[in-house]
Nanobody
Framework: QVQLVESGGGLVQPGGSLRLSCAAS????????MGWFRQAPGKEREFVAA????????NYADFVKGRFTISRDSARNTVYLQMNSLKPEDTAVYYC????????????WGQGTQVTVSA
């Protein structure tokens, strides 16, 4: 199995920046993709961004294109989400997740880190 631990969340003012980190451990050699999701109170969990582990191909939700950047450090088994130009509507719990090579779905999830965008 894979264990995922998010960090880097916190309180930031609108227009500010924040970088989230997700450290993976366990069967990391079997990971094919890692992604970021978020869930605001009363809302369903939504996809934010993803990156393939082998070639760093990226995919973004439309509402974060041009503002967020996902990246990975294979040596550290860590994926990052650089968030710029943050908006109040970005306030949510952010989760990282991993897709294993034998799966078409996200198999493992972290416990989440709170991001609050407020003046």
């Amino acid at each position: 199995q894979v264990q995922l631990v998010e960090s880097g969340g916190g309180l930031v003012q609108p227009g500010g920046s924040l970088r989230l980190s997700c450290a993976a451990s366990g069967r990391t050699l079997s990971m094919s993709r890692m992604g970021w999701f978020r869930q605001a109170p009363g809302k369903e969990r939504e996809f934010v961004a993803a990156i393939t582990w082998s070639r760093s191909n990226t995919n973004y939700a439309d509402f974060v294109k041009g503002r967020f950047t996902i990246s990975r450090d294979s040596a550290r088994n860590t994926v990052y989400l650089q968030m710029n130009s943050l908006k109040p509507e970005d306030t949510a719990v952010y989760y990282c997740a991993a897709v294993m090579s034998s799966s078409w779905q996200y198999d493992y999830w972290g416990q989440g880190t709170q991001v609050t965008v407020s003046a």
